[in-house]
Every structure is written in structure tokens, then in C-alpha cells.
């Protein structure tokens, strides 16, 4: 029987492949709080960036809140960034992460979590519990301070 599917489309399992290597244990930051996501996330972004237009990083962390990679995952204007949760979703799959911090900056300066800040985190966690993946907090940050979801019980 013909095959309906063009060959040209099928993959066979060697045609992809992923090639994980964990950093080592005692080069790996923890996160025990929100301040030291705050604290690591700064040293690792450019500060200007904070006031100038709104970004959005994703913190990926072994089970025992070990860091395995920062990453900016979107930038947008002063108004707004739009985020691809699927983006999001193929960096925790590629560094076998269990735990997620998502941080995104308010350029105004207004820590105030916004209706849309809330209807993605609950979309980010309607789709990390069908994967096993725990969000541990999403920040905002700006030049002055942050504000955590997981402080004011929003999460």
C-alpha cells in the first residue's frame, strides 16, 4: 500500500536529536526567594534595558532550585511585550528544567501587576502542570524594585 504522507515529510528518530550536558552542581546559583531571583537577574541583564522598553526573561532551574540557564525570551515596547509560551516551553523541554521563574520589567517604573500579567501567568501555569513544571514566581522588576507573584499570593 502507497503511503499517503510524502517521504519527504517523515522523520525517522535519528533525524532529531537533543544533547543535554547539566552545568556543574557547584557552579550553579540556588534560588531560595524572590530577592535572589531579583539579585542574580540583575547581574545578568543590562540595567538599561529596564527603563527603555518592557522585556521578558525566563529563569530555568534543576528540582532543587539550581540555576540552569537565564534567558531573554522576548522584547517588546514601553507598553507591553508579547511572549510565545511555546518559545518558553522548548528551553525548559532542551534543559531539562522542573522549576521556572518568569521575570518581565514595567519600563514606567509601576510594580502594579496588570490584568494581562495575570491572564498569561495563569496560561504559563495551565500548560506547565500538563508538563510537570513547577513555576516558582513571576517578577516584575523595575530600575527601582520588583514585585513577586508568589509574595502577594498570586500565583
Known amino acids: 500500500m502507497k503511503s499517503i504522507v510524502p517521504s519527504t515529510l517523515l522523520l525517522s528518530s535519528s533525524e532529531i536529536e537533543l544533547h543535554y550536558k547539566r552545568p556543574l552542581m557547584d557552579s550553579m546559583y540556588l534560588i531560595s526567594n524572590p530577592e535572589d531571583a531579583d539579585t542574580i537577574l540583575r547581574t545578568y541583564i543590562r540595567p538599561e534595558e529596564i ?48 522549576h521556572v521563574v518568569l521575570v518581565h520589567n514595567h519600563p514606567g517604573g509601576n510594580l502594579k501587576v496588570s490584568a494581562s500579567d495575570i491572564k498569561e501567568t495563569k496560561k504559563f501555569l495551565r500548560l506547565a502542570k500538563l508538563m510537570d513544571v513547577t513555576l516558582l514566581d513571576h517578577i516584575i522588576i523595575t530600575s527601582e524594585s520588583f514585585s513577586s507573584f508568589a509574595t502577594e499570593r498570586l500565583l
Not at 532551574?61 to 531573554?72: A, D, F, V
Not at 517588546?76 to 523541554?93: A, D, H, M, P
Open 51 to 98: 527603563d527603555l522598553c518592557e522585556h521578558f526573561w525566563v529563569i530555568l532551574m534543576t528540582t532543587s532550585n539550581r540555576i540552569l540557564c537565564i534567558s531573554k525570551v522576548a522584547s517588546g515596547t514601553t507598553v507591553g511585550v508579547q511572549t510565545n509560551l511555546k518559545y518558553i516551553f522548548q528551553l525548559i523541554l532542551k534543559t531539562n528544567a522542573a
